[in-house]
């Protein structure tokens, strides 16, 4: 048995939670029209659950062993979530009184290209932080606040191969048992979950968390 799904979409909205996202600027909420941050693009979902077919013709113990095996899994590609990019330095160009003790409004830099075109995908630069830039002050600058969208980044994708292999057995006639080899992240792939996307500082760009590497588990059941 087999399956496949797979979800090709876009979510737009100017209020991507429910807590911490004041516009950064008040007078302009459609500003914060964006793609919103718990979006995908594109996620792909294999499932699958397989006979094993090899030594039909054994008899006798060999046979018990290794016939009745099956192989499962769920194999998952989802493309990064749409994310902020905030201003480190401090300032307030617009002069709205925002300051680094707020909680809930964040300022954006600007943004003068496309982040997400020529990204080093290392650990220590994911994306192409040059493609951000802080709003101009002083003598004759505009007051303004950052020109970046709400969300301007494609963050890290995800890729995962979950499998189990599992034989069903009746050792007494009145019990069922399951033995189960289950695995997640089979190939312990590494994938990069969150970023730091703070200008200020030689870390911005840097993947600072990864997912759950490979765990192996098994487990046996007796039903009566």
Known sequence: MFTLAYTFQKTLTDSGTDRNNAPQDGYNIHQEYAVAPFNRKQVLVLTYVYKIPFLLESRGFV??????????????????LSTQVTSGSGL?????GVDGSSSKV???PDLISNPNIGAPH???KWFNT?????????PGAPVRVGNAPATSLIGPGFQQWDASLFRNFVPLKQIKGQFR??????????NPQTLNTVTDGAAFGSVTAVREPRR???GLKLMF
């Open 63 to 80: 046979a018990d062993v290794v016939h009745g095996w099956e192989l499962s899994g769920i194999t998952s590609f989802d493309e990064g």
């Open 92 to 96: 307030d160009p617009a002069g709205l």
């Open 106 to 108: 964040v300022l954006r």
């Open 122 to 124: 290392t650990f220590a």
């Open 130 to 138: 040059a493609a951000y830039a802080e709003v101009p002050t002083g």
């Open 181 to 190: 080899l289950e695995t997640f992240n089979v190939f312990n792939h590494t």
């Open 216 to 218: 192996i588990q098994l």
